[in-house]
């Protein structure tokens, strides 16, 4: 039996806390699309995109209305690009990008991502040609997301790769630069990227996942928030609890439509991403949730351990609402894509540094940051290594998505647009880290990483 | 609401300023997609007329999501808000 207040707590979640399910994000293996031809591998993969994904856009809706649950995006992830194009021996691989793209139009999901390499330990040649695409590839598509790991806890960091991603970056925001470097928004660098992540830019689908998959990343941070407002002056134990509450209800609501989609898709049911992905409208955001625990504004001090506090409590409602939980799972904290966050760092409270320490206890890491266009690629590179660092040192997943916008400067102001949102340029340290990361090489693995 | 759960309930929420023929106007709709109203509550929470149906979707003439958009629609008419949802979604948020 539901109580009315129950009912009524659920419609208020939807209609005033912008409850959402954020992606139902569907991974597509693409291993055996390989080919000798360049033009059959791309037409192999254009195929199998279509044929598994064809009904995932309408079945999310129809689902959405079952429910009347807002479903945001359908996302696809395939298998990285760089094992798929490998047999192919085509040397520019922005080819494989638009087949990916063409498949994306035709379905009419809202990205694909998978335009990828895991090069935590090396690269193959085919991992080379990938990177070295990757600033044609995000420049002439607008749906294809872009992801490299480049570290794991187990391997180390591979610094020869770091250092050519800051040369990419800086590549790709040229590329696009009459988009404001929108092209660096596609654009993820990973530690421990995890195989199953629903959420752009960073998904994929990993070699140790099944065929075809259902993988949804749930969202929420105005529950939260509308939570911790009734709780007021309330010691933190009474805090985690009314997060773990709320946490667990949003999950559940993940967990029913990955089930639905799963059973209407007849695709296999993979994970639940635990995450509290905010979106620039007001009410939608984490920073404001951070503030909510008492700081006046997100960044100043005490909001490391307000986040860390924020993302356990939501993994362990969360854990207990959903028997498969994987991706990222946690708070993220991508500054424009965050009306709180978007705030704080245009008033100037919020600085790169501190993001950098809320990342060790958040779920990704340096996230849609807006840089001087003018940061040099071994600058944007050393900022990798340290967030690699974080990650591979922390046993976590760590992350950059960071953006030099060409012809901006801090203070100036980007628009992405969208659930992207605006952000305005970061001050960066300008102490030159170039020596360090012409070195190259690789970062030898933590102790700890030997556990056998 | 004493619903028991089963494939083919939603229940209706009805939320906004109080006039005469709420009711009516709902039920009508329903009747008219053969819809069958198993229960009702009606209360007045914070000056907000508040109104939660059980109904039962299995003769239904109508999908889900016509039926929700015309909802939709009834509710912009009379100056409310109204949604259906599945039973699915309360049981899912709410129960172990």
């Known amino acids: 039996m539901i109580t009315d207040f129950e009912i009524l707590e659920t419609i208020r979640m939807f209609q005033e806390q912008h409850l959402d399910v954020r992606t139902i994000t569907m991974g597509i293996n693409l291993m055996d699309c390989a080919s000798e031809s360049e033009e059959k591998a791309c037409q192999k993969i254009y195929d199998k995109i279509c044929f598994y994904a064809k009904d995932l856009v309408s079945v999310g809706e129809d689902i959405s209305a079952m429910y009347r649950v807002p479903i945001v995006n359908k996302r696809i992830s395939v298998t990285p690009i760089s094992i798929v194009a490998a047999a192919s021996g085509s040397k520019n691989y922005t080819c494989f990008a638009k087949a990916l793209e063409r498949a994306a139009l035709t379905c009419g999901v809202n990205f694909v991502g998978g335009f990828s390499a895991l090069v935590q330990k090396g690269y193959t040649t085919s991992d080379k040609r990938l990177i070295d695409s990757i600033p044609e590839a995000m420049a002439v598509t607008d749906h294809v997301c872009s992801s490299i790991n480049v570290a794991s806890t187990r391997t180390g960091i591979n610094m020869d790769a770091v250092r050519d991603m800051g040369i990419v970056i800086k590549n790709t925001a040229e590329a696009t630069k009459d988009r404001d470097a929108l092209g660096c928004a596609k654009l993820v660098i990973f530690a421990n990227a995890p195989e199953d992540n629903p959420f752009m830019a960073g998904a994929f689908l990993g070699p140790g996942e099944p065929e075809c998959v259902i993988n949804v990343g749930i969202s929420g941070p105005g529950v939260i928030k509308a939570a911790l407002e009734t709780v007021k002056g309330e010691n933190l134990g009474v805090v985690a609890e009314t997060i773990k509450k709320s946490a667990f209800k949003i999950t559940r609501v993940g967990e029913l439509v990955a089930r639905e989609a799963s059973s209407r898709l007849h695709v296999p049911f993979g994970i639940i991403d635990l995450s509290l992905a905010p979106t620039p409208a007001v009410g939608d955001s984490v920073g404001r949730i951070l503030e909510e625990f008492g700081i006046e504004h997100c960044g100043g001090w005490g909001t490391t351990a307000a986040l860390a506090m924020l993302n356990d409590a939501v993994k362990k409602g969360g854990t207990m609402a959903s028997s498969f939980v994987g991706g990222l799972s946690g708070a993220f904290i991508p500054v424009s894509e965050d009306e709180g966050m978007i705030e704080v760092a245009e008033s100037g409270s919020l600085r790169l540094e501190k993001l950098e320490a809320m990342t060790c206890v958040c779920s990704v890491g340096l996230d849609m940051i807006a840089i001087p266009g003018d940061t040099p690629a071994s600058t944007i590179s050393g900022i990798i290594a340290d967030e690699m660092a974080l990650g591979t040192f922390n046993n976590k997943t760590t992350a950059v998505r960071i953006i030099p916008v060409p012809g901006k400067t801090v203070g100036d102001n980007v628009e992405f647009g969208g659930l992207l949102g605006h952000a305005p340029v970061m001050e960066v340290n300008s102490s030159s880290c170039e020596e360090f990361i012409s070195r190259g090489g690789r970062v030898p693995a933590p102790i700890h990483s030997m556990r056998n | ?96």
């Open chain 2, 1 to 96: 609401m004493n619903e028991t759960k089963d494939k083919n309930k939603a229940i209706v929420t009805v939320v906004g300023c109080d006039t005469v023929g709420i009711i009516a106007k709902i039920s009508t709709l329903l009747a008219e997609e053969n819809i069958n109203i198993n229960d009702i509550t009606q209360t007045i929470l914070s000056d907000m007329f508040t109104m939660i149906m059980l109904v039962d979707l299995s003769d239904a003439k109508i999908d889900m999501k016509s039926l929700s958009d015309k909802l939709d629609a009834l509710g912009q008419d009379i100056g409310l808000s109204i949604r259906i949802q599945h039973t699915d979604l309360f049981h899912a948020m709410h129960r172990i």
